[in-house]
């Protein structure tokens, strides 16, 4: 390795830290001294005949995932694990050393999903550069002449999908060999792959199901814990950790905002410090696959503890527009109500604007009853006619069966007695 270092570019800067490659060139030598050369013996090719491409992240450790030895597969890693960047070596990889299959690997939480557009680079190097984003030679950057593309990840499993598409159309990739695609779900101590796709199988849709059961989003600092599959549609507990910073803070507040004003469809209302007043019950559907991050929420609900007595206030529930009639919001109210007879909370409680009849008819189904009109709650919000609200209430001791709460008729009982009290009180509801 010594004539290796010789032969490298030094630079001539002075810098105010020590290099970590001088750590690196000490360490080394002490490898030097003990290390077992029949490791690098006389062949060039991979025992298992695979190449593997995958991301760059530094937190990825392939041996460790795979049970993978030295000397056994050819690793390629790039900036999102992406095969347009891999190609020259996969080409060579395939020509010289005969491999005969391929794994195309992308991640969760990887860097390439923290930007949309290939603008936000661009900016960034105008800044450090000093330089002019049309002045930039895309020739450098190996990228289209026209339209330089740093290829960020949107969703997760279409990034993988499109890479498989390419590898069939690139002429001087093998056709003839295995070649799959997957998703690292990337855990704390843990990390699980699900398979995708086959690109030259008959079934493009055979994948084996391997679920991330939780994941921390280090933009936010919000856990993530797997809780129960719905269709399409995955369900997760969120948690807002301890010790965030403050910019993870306002990260997630202007996320959960963002989500709420499209979802609600009031682009002009504000929901300020949203996590701090209302999340000790954060639950979120995502579609499956999609990247796990509070910026692809499908519907949530929003419920906090009210010590006085021991219940939940649901502050929040919705579902963004084009993910409604799945059934979304039922199961955020079957999945909150679970959670409130485990902690034995007392009740649960909401607001509804009294010209929500969707709404109003679904919290009427899962056993909720008004116990309190109250005239202009919803003061300055024009998305109903009206701006009254209904303040609506689920007894927990009412519960018979929980697992059929919101379906069944018989899963809450109401006394006769319970029910001309709330009518009593809230008349309005009754009335129309």
């Known amino acids: 390795m010594n004539s290796i270092l010789a032969a ?7 810098f105010p830290f020590k290099p970590f490659i001088d750590q690196c060139c000490a360490q080394n030598a002490v490898y030097a001294r003990t290390y077992d050369e029949k490791i690098y013996d006389a062949r060039d090719s991979p025992s298992k005949h695979l190449v593997i491409i ?4 530094a937190r990825i450790d392939l041996f460790r995932i795979l049970g993978l030895q030295p000397g056994e597969v050819h690793i390629i890693q790039n900036g999102g694990g992406r095969l347009r960047d891999a190609v020259r070596s996969l080409v060579c990889s395939q020509a010289l050393s005969h491999t005969k299959e391929v794994m195309i690997i992308h ?61 069939k159309k690139n ?20 990390a699980t792959i699900e398979q995708q ?37 995955r369900l997760y507990k969120l948690i807002h950790k301890y010790g965030s910073t403050q910019a993870q803070t306002f990260t997630v507040n202007k996320w959960l905002e963002e989500y709420l004003q499209e979802s609600f469809e009031t682009p002009n209302r504000y929901y300020p410090n949203t996590v701090q007043w ?6 979120a559907f995502f579609i499956r696959n999609t990247t796990l991050s509070m910026k692809n929420i499908n519907a949530l609900l929003l419920a906090r503890l009210e010590a006085y007595d021991n219940s939940k206030y649901i502050c929040y529930i919705s579902v963004l527009k084009e993910h409604r009639q799945n059934g979304l919001g039922t199961k955020l109210l079957n999945e909150i109500i679970k959670d409130a007879i485990q902690a034995k909370n007392s009740r649960i409680s909401l607001h509804a604007n009294t010209e929500n009849k969707s709404a109003l008819s679904l919290y009427l189904k899962c056993g909720m009853r008004c116990m309190a009109y109250i005239p202009g709650y919803y003061f300055g919000d024009q998305t109903y006619a009206t701006q009254n609200a209904f303040t609506m209430t689920l007894q927990i001791k009412n519960i018979k069966n929980s697992t059929t709460v919101c379906h069944s008729t018989t899963a809450v009982e109401i006394s006769s007695q319970e029910e001309a009290l709330y009518k009593q009180q809230c008349p309005q509801a009754f009335t129309g």
């Open 54 to 57: 995958c991301c760059m992240d």
């Open 278 to 283: 209302c999340s000790t019950t954060m639950l």
């Open 8 to 14: 490298a570019l030094n630079s001539s800067g002075v």
């Open 197 to 233: 796709y086959h690109t030259l199988s008959g079934n493009a849709k055979e994948r084996s199901m391997i679920r991330q059961s939780q994941f921390t989003e280090r933009l936010t600092n919000i856990e993530f814990i797997h809780l129960t599959d719905y269709d399409d549609y």
């Open 171 to 190: 002429p001087l990739l093998k056709q003839d060999i295995i070649v799959r695609g997957f998703t690292l779900w990337t855990v704390m101590a843990l």
């Open 107 to 167: 991640h969760t939480d990887c860097g390439f999903t923290y930007f949309s557009n290939n603008k936000q680079i661009l900016a960034s190097l105008r800044v450090r550069t000093g330089t002019r984003t049309e002045q930039l030679n895309p020739s450098q950057l190996s990228y289209d002449e026209d339209d330089p593309d740093f290829m960020p990840i949107t969703d997760l499993e279409q990034s993988v999908r499109d890479d498989l598409a390419e590898y």
